[in-house]
């Protein structure tokens, strides 16, 4: 067994860089007197392995456990903020769970976290947005089911996120960021009909997506948001966005469309193959 270390706060009521570096141990007990846990206060710790937190913690620092690759378990069930990079390249840690408190996710929060496989939400949160790169090169992470109350997924949110199949978008998300979705194994996707905004290369070289269908909603699809996409069959747009981007498909993939659309000019000019709509969706 290693060692287990419980910390007891003095005045302050935040576990702070000078207490984390005493810290020599490989299991680590907050209690229920401490609220948060300081910015970078367990920095390239490569020993810890075990963070039990008290239900009082609720909010982790910028770069809190940066690098700590030995760390394996953490409870961040009671965690409302989480703030940036704050488990960038932990590559043993497995398994989180978020709770319906969860109000922030820093950018690069989880980057890195190469054998992260499970990640729980609660079905609806707090959280308004997935910040930038929050589960970048997240390479083993299959499925995620994100929660209710989101309206964005930033720039490269699940960034070469190899591994992942599998997404649940709820209905509320307006943006989907930059690279959002680069390289992920996604095979198929449904957009929200609230989605406003597809962000450049957000599903460039997903080389197993077969079909995709543009809301009504979207009004904007940036730069090569589906090149690279080998597999896609089909592109179907519901409704007219007002701004494309350049090359947004391969020349492989057919464009569905109204007769007569900004699309269909578009696909012209750009010497895309073209199917029309069927008269049920005009």
């Known amino acids: ?40 206060a367990l920095k390239n710790n490569m020993k810890i392995k075990s963070v039990k937190l008290a239900d009082s913690v609720k909010e982790i620092g910028n770069q809190s456990f940066y690098n700590c690759t030995a760390l394996r378990d953490i409870n961040l069930e009671n965690v409302s903020q989480i703030r940036w990079e704050s488990f960038l390249g932990c590559v043993h840690l497995k398994e989180i769970t978020l709770s319906s408190g969860i109000r922030y996710l820093g950018r690069r929060s989880f980057s890195g976290c190469k054998r992260l496989n499970c990640v729980k939400f609660e079905k609806s949160t707090m959280l308004k947005g997935i910040e930038a790169g929050v589960f970048q090169n997240c390479e083993s992470i299959e499925k995620i089911s994100l929660p209710k109350g989101l309206t964005e997924i930033g720039n490269k949110a699940f960034y070469k996120c190899t591994s992942l199949k599998d997404i649940e978008l709820p209905e509320g998300i307006q943006v989907i960021g930059n690279e959002a979705f680069y390289q992920t194994a996604i095979q198929g996707i449904k957009l929200p009909s609230t989605l406003v905004e597809i962000g450049n290369s957000a599903f460039l070289k997903c080389r197993s997506l077969e079909f995709i269908q543009i809301p009504a909603s979207v009004k904007k699809i940036g730069r090569w948001s589906f090149h690279g996409c080998r597999q896609l069959k089909k592109v179907e747009f519901l409704g007219e966005p007002e701004e494309i981007g350049e090359w947004i498909i391969n020349k492989s993939t057919v464009i569905r469309c109204k007769k007569g659309s900004g699309i269909d000019a578009y696909c012209k000019e750009k010497e895309f193959q073209i199917e029309y709509i069927d008269e049920e969706y005009t």
Do not use: P
Not at 2 to 30: M, P, S, Y
């Open 1 to 40: 067994m290693g060692q287990v270390r419980t910390w007891h706060a003095d005045a302050k009521d935040i576990f702070n860089c000078e207490q984390g570096k005493k810290f020599k141990g490989r299991l680590l007990t907050l209690e229920d007197v401490y609220h948060s846990i300081d910015n970078q």
